[in-house]
């Protein structure tokens, strides 16, 4: 088996400095590093457990089939901050029939974020 020591989504967006300001800005993931210069830079941010790399540039426009998950302590909390910074929410945040609460945005290249809480009382969290 290939032994993992970390992983990274990549994404080449049509738009590399708007998608910049997307993930830094309007979600404010922080950054990890930064390589390379111009407007094709690399920037790689945190994300939980893994990195987000914008980085490049698309040859043709991105077909928004990526999706990501994203898990955070609070959705309510995050929809409030996220629609006052500008972020176009897709869907409010709704309780799943499985028992998360989700809330749905897109990137500017029309990628699908999945903003997710997992509540105290899920089988996610703790399982007797």
């Known amino acids: 088996m290939v032994h993992v020591l970390s ?4 994404l080449h967006p049509a738009d590399p400095e708007r998608s910049r300001i997307f993930y830094g800005e309007s979600l ?4 990890y590093r930064e390589f390379g210069t111009g407007p094709e830079r690399g920037t790689v941010y945190f994300l939980g457990g ?3 790399e914008v980085s490049g540039r698309a040859a043709v426009p991105p077909v928004p089939c990526l999706e990501l ?9 995050a929809h409030e901050e996220l629609s006052a910074r500008g ?8 309780r799943e ?10 990137d500017p290249d029309g990628h699908r974020i999945v903003v997710v809480e ?5 089988p ?3 399982r007797p």
Request: no cysteine; glycine share 6%; proline share 9%.
């Open 87 to 94: 972020v176009e929410v897709v869907r409010e945040p709704v």
């Open 118 to 122: 997992v509540p105290a009382d899920h």
């Open 7 to 10: 992983s990274r989504i990549l």
């Open 50 to 52: 893994g990195f987000l």
């Open 69 to 77: 998950w994203m898990q955070v302590a609070d959705v309510r909390a």
């Open 124 to 126: 996610l969290r703790y």
């Open 97 to 106: 029939p499985w028992g998360l609460i989700e809330m749905w945005i897109r």
């Open 28 to 31: 404010g993931l922080p950054v």
